[in-house]
């Protein structure tokens, strides 16, 4: 079993930046892809991005491109999502997502179910 925990979520003003942090428990941190998503009020959960175990390679929704960036520590067991430039269309809760995979691999889920593990989610308030 993998715990996922969150945390950095508030508000901001739109053009600011925020960073989320996320730790995941339970299973050997390099082996677990990691991935963002976000769930705004009557909305679908959708991916921001997600970043793979090994080598940390990359992908981002087209919405945050050249504005979110994801990060990854593994001796810290920590993965972060950096998010600058905010827009009032970013609020959302955030999720952070767990996907446990070969050691070796650089899978790079980005489908809402091809996550396991998921975090209590984290409250984004972007205000005009």
């Known amino acids: 079993q993998v715990q996922v925990v969150e945390s950095g979520g508030g508000l901001m003003q739109a053009g600011g930046s925020l960073r989320l942090s996320c730790t995941a428990s339970?299973?050997?941190?390099?082996?677990?892809?990691m991935g963002w998503f976000r769930q705004a009020p009557g909305k679908e959960r959708d991916l921001v991005g997600s970043?793979?175990?090994?080598?940390?390679?990359?992908t981002y929704a087209d919405s945050v491109k050249g504005r979110f960036t994801i990060s990854r520590d593994n001796a810290e067991k920590m993965v972060y999502l950096q998010m600058n430039s905010l827009r009032p269309e970013d609020t959302a809760v955030y999720y952070c997502?767990?996907?446990?995979?070969?050691?070796?691999?650089?899978?790079?889920?980005?489908?809402?179910?091809?996550?396991?593990?998921w975090g209590q989610g984290t409250q984004v308030t972007v205000s005009s």
């Open positions: 997502a767990a996907r446990p995979t070969n050691p070796y691999s650089d899978y790079l889920p980005t489908g809402l179910r091809e996550y396991d593990y």
């Open positions: 339970g299973r050997a941190f390099s082996s677990l892809a």
């Open positions: 970043i793979s175990g090994r080598r940390g390679a990359t």
